[in-house]
């Protein structure tokens, strides 16, 4: 099979009629083997009634339903999970992103050679509180993931190649950093490709302001695991061997200026009326806290069962 196309979708009966008749004319023109997974997470309207009824009348239909809204990213992995094309493509139920992408999208993949493609939206028809913090937000993306070359990271308009949504784990609200997620795990041949925005035809938008402060939080988790997620060591006890030394410093400081004093009969106050001696045992606390957890983080990691889970792209072996 060509192509699976994988979309997620809460509260949209109005636009999938129309979506799925648009990507099945995008298909048959290119000569294309596909199917199309609706996602349907918990929506309360008649959306999945829909599904059915598309289903129904053609075998290029499939559906995953949730018994409750769960989120993008759940949406997404199950989506991958049942995924059969070459190229999976993901795109939003709102009619913003268009199909007519898909035919570039999949040469992109399957003639250049990338593992993923995100969809850029250079024009949008969103409104200014919307595109200034996702400006921002892109810019943080950029900076922290690595990925110089992507503007628009929570796009839903992406092409992967299989291997690539086979191999990463879609959690949480981590749908925004798939790109990131792919790099993690080893593919690192990432496009972009200037996509077509439309304004919403049906309904309202379904995310709140509340996903960018989410998007900040994830992004600071992501970039730690990455980083830090088999080592905590590496991290926790290095910040804590640091605190713990400049405090022991600081009372060794402490202790040599009372001796001093003592010695030339100077009079000089308890060492425990200078508050200099509850900041200094305050970071050997801290710091013997740090090092603690560091040490307790190695431990979980090293019993992880996913310890040695490592990318393997191609093994060759010699023959007997």
């Known amino acids: 099979m060509d192509i699976s196309v994988v979309i997620p979708l809460y509260n949209e009966e109005e636009s999938l009629p129309e979506l799925y008749q648009w990507i099945q004319r995008v298909m048959n023109e290119n000569h294309f083997t596909y199917e199309v997974i609706f996602v349907n997470d918990g929506s309360t309207d008649h959306s999945w009634h829909v599904i059915d009824e598309l289903s129904q009348k053609s075998a290029c239909v499939k559906g995953i339903k949730f018994r409750r809204n769960y989120g993008k990213s759940p949406a ?14 993901t795109m939003d139920a709102d009619l913003q992103d268009s199909p007519d992408e898909i035919p570039e999208l999949y040469r992109m993949i399957m003639v250049d050679g990338y593992d993923l493609v995100s969809g850029y939206k250079q024009k949008r028809y969103d409104p200014l509180t919307k595109t200034i913090p996702t400006k921002l937000f892109n810019w943080t993306a950029r900076k922290i993931s690595g990925i110089k070359n992507l503007h628009d990271f929570n796009c839903g308009l992406k092409a992967y190649r299989s291997d690539v949504v086979k ?12 790109p990131y997620l792919a790099k993690n795990a080893g593919f690192t041949k990432i496009g972009e490709k200037v996509v077509h925005h439309q304004a919403r035809k049906y309904g309202k938008s379904k995310f709140g302001i509340n996903r960018f402060i989410n998007g900040y939080l994830d992004l600071i988790t992501l970039w730690f695991l990455s980083t830090f997620g088999r080592k905590p060591m590496h991290v926790f006890g290095f910040l804590g061997s640091i605190m713990f030394f400049i405090g022991f410093v600081a009372v060794v400081i402490l202790g040599v200026d009372k001796l001093i004093a003592l010695a030339n ?7 425990t009326d200078s508050p200099y001696f509850y900041l200094a045992l305050t970071m050997m606390i801290i710091g013997t806290q740090l090092f603690l957890a560091g040490f307790i983080g190695d431990l979980v990691s090293r019993s992880s069962s996913n310890r040695n889970d490592y ?6 072996r010699c023959e007997e």
């Open 167 to 178: 191999n990463i784990e879609v959690y949480g609200e981590m749908h925004r950093y798939i």
């Open 311 to 316: 990318q393997i792209e191609e093994v060759i």
């Open 76 to 89: 997404l992995y199950c989506g991958f999970k049942q995924a059969q094309g070459d190229v999976v493509i």
């Open 265 to 271: 009969h100077v009079p000089q106050r308890l060492i």
